[in-house]
T-cell receptor
Framework: DAGVIQSPRHEVTEMGQEVTLRCKLISGHNSLFWYRQTMMRGLELLIYFNNNVPIDDSGMPEDRFSAKMPNASFSTLKIQPSEPRDSAVYFC??????????????FGPGTRLTVL | GQQLNQSPQSMFIQEGEDVSMNCTSSSIFNTWLWYKQDPGEGPVLLIALYKAGELTSNGRLTAQFGITRKDSFLNISASIPSDVGIYFCAGIAGNNRKLIWGLGTSLAVNP
């Protein structure tokens, strides 16, 4: 299995531009997590889907952020408009189960976003 | 919100030394997880703990679920250069099904 796939691996954009990050889950997994990692705040859960349905989006910073899961194997995280404070590494993770608790989360390699 | 205090923040050791790091919380946790993140990669699960007092090993790594359920420890024996990375603890408290993450311990190993 290829594992969780994220694209792009690196993104540099200017303030105000739209950014779209992509994630492909491990085949057969039905839970998807988007995280943001910064030095100051560590790993923060942004949103969590189960069976394509958003379960908890309380970590999404503000309306500029949106996430979708158009099918069982793919998700996008969009930032519009982007701001310099959005610069971070964004991780996608998937797991087999339907809860946040005991199922191992498998992380993708991350997208390093820089907003100038 | 709930916080996990992970210490030390960073460590620089000589190859062959043993390493110990810990994670504490003001709340009782039901599950403790330890992840490792290699440079440029996502975190990978090392050890999962589900019962107070549980001691689990994975090769040279050993982790324990504290008796008070408010802490966990990770030990690495006979460190090698490939142990370099950031080690994260994560846990689930009570009925809150969210995984709470520590800020990580950055480990550097001098060959």
């Amino acid at each position: 299995d290829a594992g969780v796939i994220q694209s792009p691996r690196h993104e540099v954009t200017e303030m105000g531009q739209e950014v779209t990050l992509r994630c492909k889950l491990i085949s057969g997994h039905n839970s998807l997590f988007w995280y943001r990692q910064t030095m100051m705040r560590g790993l923060e859960l942004l949103i969590y889907f189960n069976n394509n349905v958003p379960i908890d989006d309380s970590g999404m910073p503000e309306d500029r952020f949106s996430a979708k899961m158009p099918n069982a194997s793919f998700s996008t995280l969009k930032i519009q408009p982007s701001e310099p404070r959005d610069s971070a590494v964004y991780f996608c993770a998937s797991s087999l189960g339907g809860t946040l608790s005991t199922d191992t989360q498998y992380f993708g390699p991350g997208t390093r976003l820089t907003v100038l | 919100g709930q916080q996990l205090n992970q210490s030390p923040q960073s460590m620089f050791i000589q190859e062959g030394e043993d390493v110990s790091m810990n994670c504490t919380s003001s709340s009782i946790f039901n599950t403790w997880l330890w992840y490792k993140q290699d440079p440029g990669e996502g975190p990978v699960l090392l050890i999962a703990l589900y019962k107070a007092g549980e001691l689990t090993s994975n090769g040279r790594l050993t982790a324990q679920f504290g008796i008070t359920r408010k802490d966990s420890f990770l030990n690495i024996s006979a460190s090698i250069p490939s142990d370099v990375g950031i080690y994260f603890c994560a846990g689930i408290a009570g009925n809150n099904r969210k995984l709470i993450w520590g800020l990580g311990t950055s480990l550097a190993v001098n060959p």
